[in-house]
């Protein structure tokens, strides 16, 4: 299975840190590795009303039930409340 999330609002250092948490390791190529699946970055930046945030393209790739799992625990530790 293969998913594309696109992260507003955390830098790269917070979403290799969150796949960390969800058992990744990094390697050399700037892959992160966890058990079941494999996760490639992509950074760039969102410009909106004027300003710029963070942008992290994460491309996930690996055995369905893995990869669903790391998306939903990104989703969860990536979410931003307005205000």
């Not at 696109?6 to 960390?20: F, H, K, M, N, V």
């Not at 058990?35 to 992290?56: I, K, M, Y």
């Not at 998306?71 to 409340?81: D, S, V």
Request: hydrophobic share 35%; proline share 4%.
């Amino acid at each position: 299975m293969r998913l594309t999330l696109d992260l507003r609002g955390s830098t790269e250092a917070q979403i290799r840190s969150y796949l960390q948490a969800l058992g990744g390791e990094n390697r050399p190529d700037g892959s992160v590795v966890g058990p079941g699946w494999t996760a490639q970055l992509t950074v760039g930046e969102h410009r909106a009303f004027g300003l710029v945030w963070p942008r992290v393209i994460v491309e996930c790739e690996g055995e369905s039930e893995a990869v669903e799992a790391v998306a939903k625990g990104l989703r969860l530790r990536a979410t931003r409340g307005g205000g």
